[in-house]
């Protein structure tokens, strides 16, 4: 990365970066979730709302309206992408949305089958998001994207799939992605970065025009499949605690705008912590600066006649929960 300007600039070039497989992971192949397991096991969680959103979705699907799914990086440490996989696969999900460090996960799930280093570990040595696999690669896959005017969930899937692009890695856990899974289904899957917040932009060959610019075409795919909401839909946040939440309501805004309103949406934020949702209109109170409840339980749905729920619970347990649901 190159700097004109008149401020004392950090040398890049100076970073060292140490093999990927070298580095302990906290996540493994064996901590995933696969489809067929969630639906043979007892998940002991009950409610109500889950049931009504469940049935939105489907019955969403089965008249070609939209169901996106925006999420956390969480739900992946979680091992909950296969499941997120497999309704991309049924057609149950038709945008997933989701931040850089999600991303990041699936990436390198695809590539080692793991994810997820000890940051307390690697912090004190330097070596936090230092494995030069993961920065290499995802940035030199953006920088050859942004000269294709692509988006970044497309860069990514498109080197996933073993494309060279612009040269040829070998994923040998490729059906471990939703990236890998999105692209051959050809469901977009939209990544909304930001820039000095993930690991990939700590390395040499970060280029943060090219992973804005991507990420930028992102959201303008996401805010296309926003404005077919028109005749009701189904958004989904799971984890998303400001990102998530913020790229909705710049959407909804941008198809009002043009007279896509989203009509009769039904929402379902997807947390751990209790919230008051009598807080929502007082700002004094520490919970009305919740984005998530704010903006995806009150503020979208009411603005456009919809529905929101609010699911609380541990995403160990709700996910599966819902993918049974939808599935059975």
Not at 54 to 78: C, D, F, T, Y
Not at 258 to 280: C, S, W, Y
């Amino acid at each position: 990365m190159n700097y004109a300007g008149k401020y004392p600039f950090f040398d890049f070039s100076a970073v060292d970066t140490y093999p990927l497989s070298e580095r302990p992971n906290k996540v493994t192949r064996d901590d995933l979730v696969a489809p067929e397991a969630a639906l043979a096991s007892h998940i002991p969680y009950e409610n109500e709302d889950l049931n009504t959103v469940a049935e939105q979705i489907r019955a969403a699907r089965s008249n070609g309206l939209p169901v996106i799914w925006m999420m956390g990086a969480h739900p992946v440490k979680l091992g909950l992408g296969p499941l997120i996989g497999d309704l991309i696969q049924r057609g149950l999900i038709s945008l997933l949305a989701t931040n850089c460090a999600g991303a990041i996960h699936d990436f390198e799930l695809a590539l080692i089958g793991e994810t997820s280093e000890s940051v307390p570990n690697a912090l004190p040595e330097g070596k936090f998001g230092m494995a030069y696999e993961t920065g290499k690669y995802i940035n030199d896959a953006l920088a050859y994207g942004d000269e294709l005017m692509l988006g970044m969930g497309e860069s990514l899937g498109r080197m996933i799939s073993g494309e060279p692009f612009p040269y040829a890695v070998d994923f040998p856990h490729r059906a471990l992605s939703f990236l890998y899974i999105g692209h051959s289904e050809a469901v977009p899957v939209t990544i909304h970065a930001t820039l000095g917040t993930d690991i990939t932009d700590q390395h040499p060959n970060f280029d943060g025009r090219a992973k804005g610019g991507c990420s930028g075409r992102d959201f303008g795919i996401y805010a296309a499949e926003v404005c077919r909401l028109t005749g009701g839909g189904v958004v989904l946040n799971v984890g998303s605690a400001v990102i998530g939440p913020e790229v909705l309501l710049k959407a909804v805004s941008m198809a009002a705008n043009i007279g896509k309103v989203p009509q009769g949406i039904v929402t379902a934020d997807f947390d751990l912590r209790p919230v008051n949702f009598e807080h929502m209109a007082d700002e004094s109170q520490h919970s009305y600066y919740f984005r998530d409840a704010k903006s995806v339980v009150t503020r979208v749905p009411q603005a456009f006649g919809g529905k929101g729920y609010y699911i609380q619970g541990n995403f160990a347990q709700t996910i599966p929960a819902l993918y049974q649901r939808l599935v059975k």
